[in-house]
C-alpha cells in the first residue's frame, strides 16, 4: 500500500514537472515548503532563481482528492515572498494629492458626496423621501437654484459644518495659528492689529485675513490668536532704540578765519 509520504512525494514531483513545463528548467529551484490548503489540496512551494526576482516563490497548487489516482495541477503562480521586492500599495490618486500640486490647467472636482460641502438649499432628509416626492424635490431645487442664480446668489454647494470645522482646524493648527514661533514672539495678537480684516460668517469668530504688506501673512487667513513682529501697535522696546545722537557741533570757523590764518 502507498504511504503518506510517498503520496506527498508524487504530488510534489508532479508539482515540479508542471513547473518547469510553464516556465522552464533555468529559472526553477529547489522545493521549499508545502502548504495544505483544504482537504487533498496542497500548494507546494519552489524557488524562483530568475534574475531581478529575489524572494519571489513559484506556487504550484495540487488537488489530489480520496480515490483519485493522478493529481491535478490547479493552478502555477509566482508570489513574493517575505523578502520580495514588491511594489508599494496603490494609493488613489486622490489620496496622493497634496496641497500646493496643482498646476495651472489642472483640474480637482469635488466628490458629489464630498463632506465638506452640503446642497445650499437643503429641502430635509433624501433618506425619507419616496420616488414622488424625491422628484419633487429636485424640481423644487431646480425652481430655487434657477432664482438664485438669478439673483447673483448661485453657488450649488457651500461648506458643510464638517467642511467648516475642519478648515478652522487646520488653519488653526498651521502657520497662521498662535503655536507657531512667529507668533509666540509677536507683541500682540492678530484680533487687535489694524491690518486684520475681518471675515463674515461663523468663521469670522476665529479668523481674520492679514493685510499687511510687510507681514509674512499678507493677504492670508490668519488665527485671531496668531500675531507677528508687524502688529499695527508694535513699538521698539527701549534696547531696541537706535542710540541717541550727541549733542550737535557748531562749526563756527569761517572762509575768513581760514584765510587770515
Ligand atoms: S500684521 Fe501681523 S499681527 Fe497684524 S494681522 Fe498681519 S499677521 Fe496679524
Not at 490547479?74 to 508570489?79: A, C, F, T, Y
Request: proline content about 9%.
Amino acid at each position: 500500500m502507498i504511504t503518506t509520504e510517498e503520496l506527498a512525494g508524487a504530488a510534489v514531483a508532479a508539482a515540479r514537472t508542471a513547473l518547469l513545463e510553464q516556465v522552464g528548467e533555468a529559472f526553477v529551484g529547489d522545493h521549499d515548503q508545502s502548504v495544505a490548503e483544504d482537504s487533498g489540496v496542497f500548494t507546494h512551494y519552489f524557488g524562483c532563481t530568475q534574475p531581478g526576482y529575489p524572494g519571489w516563490r513559484w506556487a504550484v497548487t495540487v488537488a489530489q482528492p480520496e480515490g483519485q489516482d493522478a493529481p491535478t495541477i490547479d493552478e502555477v503562480v509566482l508570489l513574493p515572498g517575505d523578502d520580495a521586492i514588491t511594489a508599494p500599495a496603490w494609493i488613489p490618486w486622490r489620496e496622493r494629492i497634496k496641497p500646493g500640486d496643482l498646476s495651472p490647467g489642472d483640474l480637482l472636482p469635488a466628490d458629489e458626496d464630498d463632506p465638506r460641502l452640503a446642497p445650499t438649499y437643503l429641502t430635509g432628509d433624501p433618506g425619507d423621501w419616496t420616488p414622488a416626492e424625491a422628484k419633487d424635490a429636485a424640481a423644487e431645487r431646480a425652481g430655487i437654484k434657477a432664482v438664485a442664480d438669478e439673483l447673483g446668489l448661485g453657488r450649488a454647494r457651500v461648506l458643510s459644518i464638517e467642511g467648516r470645522d475642519s478648515a478652522a482646524q487646520r488653519w488653526y493648527d498651521g502657520e497662521q495659528g498662535p503655536d507657531v514661533p512667529l507668533a509666540q514672539s509677536a507683541p500682540a495678537q492678530c484680533y487687535s492689529c489694524g491690518f486684520l480684516v475681518q471675515l463674515a460668517g461663523p468663521l469670522s469668530r476665529g479668523f481674520g485675513v492679514c493685510a499687511n504688506e510687510f507681514a509674512n501673512d499678507d493677504g492670508r487667513v490668519v488665527a485671531h490668536k496668531h500675531g507677528c513682529g508687524a502688529h499695527s501697535e508694535a513699538q521698539l522696546r527701549k534696547k531696541q532704540l537706535p542710540p541717541p545722537l550727541p549733542d550737535p557741533v557748531f562749526d563756527t570757523v569761517s572762509r575768513s578765519d581760514l584765510e587770515d590764518f
